[in-house]
Protein backbone atom coordinates (compact mmCIF):
# COMPACT_ATOMS: atom_id res chain seq x y z
CA UNK A 1 0.00 0.00 0.00
CA UNK A 2 3.18 2.42 0.13
CA UNK A 3 3.57 1.82 -3.35
CA UNK A 4 2.30 3.53 -6.63
CA UNK A 5 2.94 2.91 -10.49
CA UNK A 6 3.14 5.30 -13.14
CA UNK A 7 2.28 3.85 -16.88
CA UNK A 8 4.19 6.25 -18.70
CA UNK A 9 3.81 6.67 -22.62
CA UNK A 10 1.20 6.28 -25.42
CA UNK A 11 -1.33 3.40 -24.94
CA UNK A 12 0.18 0.02 -26.10
CA UNK A 13 -1.82 -3.39 -26.58
CA UNK A 14 0.67 -4.74 -23.95
CA UNK A 15 -1.25 -3.15 -21.25
CA UNK A 16 -3.58 -5.14 -21.37
CA UNK A 17 -0.67 -8.34 -20.61
CA UNK A 18 1.33 -6.28 -18.05
CA UNK A 19 -1.20 -4.09 -15.75
CA UNK A 20 -2.70 -7.84 -14.64
CA UNK A 21 0.60 -9.09 -13.99
CA UNK A 22 1.73 -5.42 -12.21
CA UNK A 23 -1.49 -5.95 -9.92
CA UNK A 24 0.44 -8.68 -8.19
CA UNK A 25 3.01 -6.37 -7.04
CA UNK A 26 1.15 -2.69 -6.89
CA UNK A 27 -2.11 -2.19 -6.00
CA UNK A 28 -2.50 1.69 -7.24
CA UNK A 29 -1.74 1.85 -11.09
CA UNK A 30 -1.95 5.42 -13.08
CA UNK A 31 -1.71 5.20 -17.17
CA UNK A 32 -0.20 8.79 -17.92
CA UNK A 33 -1.22 8.94 -21.62
CA UNK A 34 -2.72 10.93 -24.08
CA UNK A 35 -5.55 12.21 -25.68
CA UNK A 36 -4.85 11.76 -28.98
CA UNK A 37 -4.20 8.07 -28.55
CA UNK A 38 -5.81 5.59 -30.17
CA UNK A 39 -9.90 5.59 -29.50
CA UNK A 40 -10.11 1.63 -30.03
CA UNK A 41 -7.62 0.76 -27.68
CA UNK A 42 -8.75 3.04 -25.33
CA UNK A 43 -11.48 2.21 -24.77
CA UNK A 44 -10.64 -1.35 -24.52
CA UNK A 45 -8.08 -0.83 -21.33
CA UNK A 46 -11.06 1.34 -19.40
CA UNK A 47 -13.80 -1.42 -19.98
CA UNK A 48 -10.79 -4.52 -19.32
CA UNK A 49 -10.38 -2.16 -16.03
CA UNK A 50 -13.44 -0.50 -15.01
CA UNK A 51 -14.39 -2.22 -11.93
CA UNK A 52 -10.93 -1.96 -10.56
CA UNK A 53 -10.95 1.85 -8.76
CA UNK A 54 -7.10 1.53 -8.14
CA UNK A 55 -6.43 1.64 -11.79
CA UNK A 56 -6.42 5.02 -13.30
CA UNK A 57 -6.24 6.47 -16.94
CA UNK A 58 -4.81 9.68 -17.13
CA UNK A 59 -5.73 11.53 -20.10
CA UNK A 60 -3.54 14.49 -21.15
CA UNK A 61 -2.93 17.06 -24.30
CA UNK A 62 0.65 16.78 -25.96
CA UNK A 63 2.80 19.62 -24.47
CA UNK A 64 3.94 21.91 -27.16
CA UNK A 65 7.97 22.05 -27.53
CA UNK A 66 8.42 25.35 -28.59
CA UNK A 67 10.44 26.33 -25.88
CA UNK A 68 12.20 23.09 -25.02
CA UNK A 69 13.19 23.16 -28.65
CA UNK A 70 15.17 25.75 -28.05
CA UNK A 71 17.27 24.21 -24.68
CA UNK A 72 17.53 20.87 -26.55
CA UNK A 73 17.78 21.05 -30.19
CA UNK A 74 18.14 17.72 -31.42
CA UNK A 75 16.04 14.46 -30.70
CA UNK A 76 16.37 14.89 -27.36
CA UNK A 77 13.60 17.40 -27.42
CA UNK A 78 11.09 14.48 -28.14
CA UNK A 79 11.81 13.35 -24.77
CA UNK A 80 9.91 16.23 -22.71
CA UNK A 81 6.99 14.23 -23.77
CA UNK A 82 8.59 11.00 -21.51
CA UNK A 83 9.32 13.90 -18.62
CA UNK A 84 5.62 15.31 -19.04
CA UNK A 85 3.31 12.84 -19.18
CA UNK A 86 5.72 10.74 -16.21
CA UNK A 87 5.19 14.53 -14.31
CA UNK A 88 0.89 14.05 -15.02
CA UNK A 89 1.42 10.86 -13.22
CA UNK A 90 3.18 11.85 -10.42
CA UNK A 91 1.44 14.98 -9.59
CA UNK A 92 -1.87 12.18 -8.77
CA UNK A 93 0.21 10.03 -5.84
CA UNK A 94 -0.17 10.39 -2.48
CA UNK A 95 1.81 7.19 -1.17
CA UNK A 96 5.18 7.09 -0.44
CA UNK A 97 6.74 5.53 -3.26
CA UNK A 98 6.77 5.26 -6.81
CA UNK A 99 7.67 2.95 -8.95
CA UNK A 100 8.07 4.73 -13.14
CA UNK A 101 7.24 1.88 -15.71
CA UNK A 102 6.45 2.31 -19.74
CA UNK A 103 3.60 1.41 -21.43
CA UNK A 104 5.32 -0.31 -23.92
CA UNK A 105 7.13 -2.53 -21.90
CA UNK A 106 6.55 -5.38 -19.50
CA UNK A 107 8.91 -7.09 -16.25
CA UNK A 108 7.44 -10.19 -14.91
CA UNK A 109 8.98 -9.68 -11.65
CA UNK A 110 8.93 -5.88 -9.74
CA UNK A 111 9.88 -7.58 -6.23
CA UNK A 112 13.51 -6.86 -7.09
CA UNK A 113 12.51 -3.43 -7.30
CA UNK A 114 10.23 -2.79 -4.69
CA UNK A 115 12.87 -4.20 -2.18
CA UNK A 116 15.40 -2.33 -3.24
CA UNK A 117 13.20 1.15 -2.95
CA UNK A 118 12.79 -0.44 0.39
CA UNK A 119 16.03 -0.55 1.17
CA UNK A 120 17.40 2.21 0.06
CA UNK A 121 15.24 4.49 1.11
CA UNK A 122 16.84 8.03 0.03
CA UNK A 123 17.46 6.47 -2.80
CA UNK A 124 16.82 6.27 -6.78
CA UNK A 125 16.35 2.63 -7.44
CA UNK A 126 16.93 1.73 -11.55
CA UNK A 127 18.47 -1.17 -13.42
CA UNK A 128 21.38 -1.71 -16.61
CA UNK A 129 18.44 -1.18 -19.05
CA UNK A 130 19.76 0.40 -22.00
CA UNK A 131 22.60 1.97 -19.66
CA UNK A 132 25.44 1.27 -18.28
CA UNK A 133 26.07 1.93 -14.66
CA UNK A 134 26.17 4.91 -13.35
CA UNK A 135 24.01 6.23 -15.67
CA UNK A 136 20.17 5.84 -14.66
CA UNK A 137 17.88 3.88 -17.25
CA UNK A 138 14.99 5.88 -18.22
CA UNK A 139 13.00 2.79 -19.14
CA UNK A 140 12.56 1.78 -15.00
CA UNK A 141 13.09 3.56 -11.94
CA UNK A 142 11.62 3.85 -8.12
CA UNK A 143 12.09 5.74 -4.86
CA UNK A 144 10.50 8.28 -2.69
CA UNK A 145 7.91 10.55 -4.49
CA UNK A 146 8.30 13.33 -3.10
CA UNK A 147 11.80 13.20 -4.68
CA UNK A 148 10.75 11.61 -8.16
CA UNK A 149 8.04 14.69 -8.33
CA UNK A 150 10.77 17.28 -7.22
CA UNK A 151 13.01 15.54 -9.88
CA UNK A 152 10.42 16.11 -12.86
CA UNK A 153 9.07 19.64 -11.90
CA UNK A 154 12.21 20.80 -11.39
CA UNK A 155 13.50 19.33 -15.10
CA UNK A 156 10.14 20.25 -16.77
CA UNK A 157 10.25 24.19 -15.54
CA UNK A 158 14.02 24.23 -16.53
CA UNK A 159 13.05 23.15 -20.16
CA UNK A 160 10.39 25.75 -20.40
CA UNK A 161 12.15 28.53 -19.23
CA UNK A 162 11.94 31.40 -21.54
CA UNK A 163 16.03 32.36 -20.30
CA UNK A 164 16.61 29.03 -20.44
CA UNK A 165 17.73 26.52 -18.09
CA UNK A 166 19.95 27.54 -15.20
CA UNK A 167 21.42 24.30 -13.64
CA UNK A 168 23.86 21.96 -15.98
CA UNK A 169 20.92 19.13 -15.46
CA UNK A 170 20.11 19.82 -19.30
CA UNK A 171 22.69 20.98 -21.83
CA UNK A 172 21.90 18.23 -24.54
CA UNK A 173 23.21 15.37 -23.18
CA UNK A 174 21.09 11.86 -23.51
CA UNK A 175 17.88 11.37 -21.61
CA UNK A 176 19.55 8.78 -19.49
CA UNK A 177 22.36 11.38 -18.15
CA UNK A 178 19.89 14.14 -18.37
CA UNK A 179 17.58 12.03 -15.56
CA UNK A 180 20.98 11.04 -13.67
CA UNK A 181 21.95 14.63 -12.92
CA UNK A 182 18.35 15.86 -12.58
CA UNK A 183 18.18 13.22 -9.47
CA UNK A 184 21.74 13.28 -8.49
CA UNK A 185 20.79 17.65 -8.29
CA UNK A 186 17.61 16.58 -6.18
CA UNK A 187 19.07 14.79 -4.04
CA UNK A 188 21.61 17.58 -2.81
CA UNK A 189 24.65 15.57 -4.81
CA UNK A 190 27.61 17.84 -5.92
CA UNK A 191 28.22 15.53 -8.71
CA UNK A 192 27.23 15.91 -12.75
CA UNK A 193 28.08 14.13 -15.54
CA UNK A 194 28.86 16.34 -18.75
CA UNK A 195 29.70 15.28 -21.89
CA UNK A 196 33.35 15.02 -21.54
CA UNK A 197 32.91 13.32 -18.12
CA UNK A 198 35.33 10.32 -17.75
CA UNK A 199 33.64 7.62 -15.28
CA UNK A 200 35.76 6.81 -13.43
CA UNK A 201 35.91 4.44 -10.38
CA UNK A 202 35.81 7.76 -8.08
CA UNK A 203 33.05 9.16 -10.06
CA UNK A 204 31.40 6.14 -10.24
CA UNK A 205 31.25 6.01 -6.65
CA UNK A 206 30.04 8.87 -5.38
CA UNK A 207 27.00 8.39 -7.81
CA UNK A 208 26.81 4.69 -6.59
CA UNK A 209 26.03 6.86 -2.87
CA UNK A 210 22.68 8.33 -4.36
CA UNK A 211 21.46 5.70 -7.12
CA UNK A 212 21.18 1.96 -6.85
CA UNK A 213 21.34 -0.80 -9.42
CA UNK A 214 18.91 -3.63 -9.73
CA UNK A 215 20.62 -6.41 -12.50
CA UNK A 216 18.12 -6.86 -15.23
CA UNK A 217 18.12 -10.54 -14.56
CA UNK A 218 16.73 -10.56 -11.66
CA UNK A 219 13.50 -9.24 -12.65
CA UNK A 220 12.28 -12.16 -14.56
CA UNK A 221 10.78 -12.22 -17.99
CA UNK A 222 10.86 -8.84 -20.13
CA UNK A 223 9.71 -7.21 -23.80
CA UNK A 224 11.65 -4.10 -23.69
CA UNK A 225 11.22 -1.21 -26.49
CA UNK A 226 14.08 0.82 -28.06
CA UNK A 227 11.90 2.87 -30.32
CA UNK A 228 14.69 4.66 -31.70
CA UNK A 229 15.69 1.25 -33.52
CA UNK A 230 12.43 0.12 -34.02
CA UNK A 231 13.67 -3.11 -31.75
CA UNK A 232 12.11 -5.29 -29.36
CA UNK A 233 14.35 -7.27 -26.97
CA UNK A 234 13.21 -10.60 -24.73
CA UNK A 235 15.11 -12.59 -22.44
CA UNK A 236 15.01 -15.41 -24.62
CA UNK A 237 15.89 -13.52 -27.76
CA UNK A 238 18.58 -11.16 -26.28
CA UNK A 239 19.62 -12.45 -22.37
CA UNK A 240 21.39 -9.19 -22.13
CA UNK A 241 20.31 -6.05 -24.06
CA UNK A 242 21.87 -2.57 -23.71
CA UNK A 243 22.06 0.44 -26.11
CA UNK A 244 25.82 -0.69 -27.76
CA UNK A 245 26.00 -3.96 -26.27
CA UNK A 246 27.26 -2.50 -23.09
CA UNK A 247 25.52 -4.63 -21.01
CA UNK A 248 27.52 -5.01 -17.47
CA UNK A 249 27.55 -8.28 -14.93
CA UNK A 250 26.25 -6.26 -11.82
CA UNK A 251 27.62 -8.80 -9.69
CA UNK A 252 30.95 -7.01 -10.43
CA UNK A 253 29.52 -3.43 -9.59
CA UNK A 254 32.10 -3.47 -6.63
CA UNK A 255 35.14 -3.46 -8.93
CA UNK A 256 33.67 -1.36 -11.81
CA UNK A 257 36.13 1.17 -13.32
CA UNK A 258 35.10 2.46 -16.45
CA UNK A 259 37.57 5.36 -18.18
CA UNK A 260 35.86 5.83 -21.60
CA UNK A 261 33.97 9.08 -22.29
CA UNK A 262 30.27 7.94 -23.56
Request: aromatic content about 10%; hydrophobic content about 35%.
Given at each position: ???????????????????????????????????????????????????????????????????????????????????????????????????????????????????????????????????????VSDHIFG????????????????????????????????????????????????????????????????????????????????????????????????????????????????????????
Open positions: NDFSLVLQGPLHVLLLESIPLYKKFIDRIYISCWDSDDPILMSEIESTFQDDKNIKLLKSTPPNLDLVKKWQKDQSANYYYQIFSTLKGLEMIDTKYTIKLRTDEIYSNLKPILDGVLKNKNMIVTSNIMTIPPIGLTKSLHKSFSVLSSELNSENGPKISIVDGISIEKTFTNMFLHVLKSKTQITNKTSLTKSVSKKIFKHIKFIDLNEIGDYKIRWNHMEKTFTRKDHPCPSLNCGYIDLSGLSNLHIEHNY
